[in-house]
C-alpha cells in the first residue's frame, strides 16, 4: 500500500488510518475561559511541544470549538497531563455538550488555581503547563465542511506546576504519573515503567566519522 494522501482514503480502510500512524499523541488537557468566565476543559491530541528555550506548545483544534473561540478571546490556556488515573475523567470532557456546560463539573473534576494566567488546571493531575497565546494559525483546509479546517493556537509556557510527589532525585517521576497518550481509532496507551526505557545519546568517534550507541545508565548528559 502507498497512496496519495491528497485523495480520499483507499477503499481498504474502514476509517482514514493516518492517526493510527502519528502515534503516540501526547493528550494536552486544555482548559481556557470565555470573555465572560465561562470555564472549559476539553482533551486535544493534536498537541505537542515546539520548543524548550523559551517553551513553546500548541494545540490544533477542528471547526470552532470553545477551546478555540476562549483563546481568541482572553489570550490565555493551561494544558493538564492526562494520566490513567483519570482516563475516564479526560473521555468525559471532550463530550459535545452544549458551550454554557462546565465539562470540569461534567466530569467531576475539581480546579486548582494557576499561578501564571486565569484558567485553572485539573486539580488532580500531576502536571500542568500555564500558557499565554502566542498566535493562532488556520491551515488550509481541503473541504468546505468547517470541521476539516485546523486552527492551531501556539502558546508560550509561562509556568509549570508539578506535584511534589512526582519529583525524585531533582527529576520528573514520568512512570509513576502514567500518563496516557492517543493512538489511532479509539485506542490509548498508556506509560508504565515496563514500557520506558533508556537510551543514551550515540558517543562520536573522535575522527567524527563515526558513532556508536552508549549502553548503560544515563550519564546526565544531553549530547
Ligand atoms: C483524547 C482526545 C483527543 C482529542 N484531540 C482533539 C484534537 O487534537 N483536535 C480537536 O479538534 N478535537 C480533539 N478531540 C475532540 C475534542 O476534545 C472535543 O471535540 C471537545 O468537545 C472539544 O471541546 P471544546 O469545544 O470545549 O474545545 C479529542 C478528543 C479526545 C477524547
Redesign the pocket.
Known amino acids: 500500500m502507498h497512496y496519495d494522501a491528497t485523495e480520499r482514503r483507499p477503499d481498504t480502510f474502514r476509517h482514514d488510518p493516518i492517526k493510527a500512524l502519528i502515534v503516540p499523541?501526547p493528550?494536552?488537557w486544555?482548559s481556557?475561559l470565555s470573555a465572560s468566565g465561562e470555564l472549559?476543559?476539553?482533551?486535544?491530541?493534536?498537541?505537542n511541544g515546539l520548543s524548550d528555550r523559551p517553551v513553546y506548545v500548541y494545540?490544533?483544534?477542528?471547526?470552532r470549538?470553545?477551546?478555540?473561540?476562549?483563546v481568541e478571546q482572553t489570550g490565555e490556556f493551561t494544558c493538564s497531563l492526562?494520566t490513567d488515573a483519570l482516563r475516564a475523567e479526560?473521555?468525559l470532557?471532550?463530550?459535545?455538550?452544549a458551550?454554557d456546560v462546565d465539562?470540569f463539573t461534567l466530569a467531576g473534576l475539581e480546579t486548582a488555581a494557576s499561578r501564571f494566567v486565569k484558567p485553572p488546571r485539573v486539580a488532580r493531575s500531576p502536571a500542568a503547563l500555564e500558557c499565554r497565546l502566542w498566535k493562532t494559525l488556520e491551515m488550509p483546509a481541503s473541504t468546505d465542511r468547517p470541521?476539516d479546517r485546523?486552527t492551531v493556537v501556539i502558546g508560550q509556557v509561562v509556568g509549570v506546576y508539578i506535584d511534589d510527589a512526582f519529583i525524585r532525585d531533582g527529576m520528573v517521576d514520568t512512570r509513576s504519573m502514567r500518563p496516557i497518550a492517543?493512538l489511532g481509532y479509539m485506542d490509548?496507551a498508556i506509560i508504565t515503567p515496563e514500557t520506558m526505557f533508556t537510551m543514551n545519546r550515540p558517543t562520536v568517534g573522535a575522527d567524527g566519522r563515526s558513532a556508536s550507541n552508549d549502553e548503560g545508565p544515563w550519564d546526565g548528559s544531553y549530547r
Open positions: 499523541r493528550i494536552g486544555v481556557t472549559n476543559v476539553a482533551p486535544y491530541s493534536f498537541f494545540y490544533a483544534v477542528s471547526g470549538k470553545d477551546s478555540l473561540v476562549n492526562a479526560m473521555n470532557t471532550s463530550a459535545a455538550v458551550n465539562e470541521q485546523y492517543r490509548y
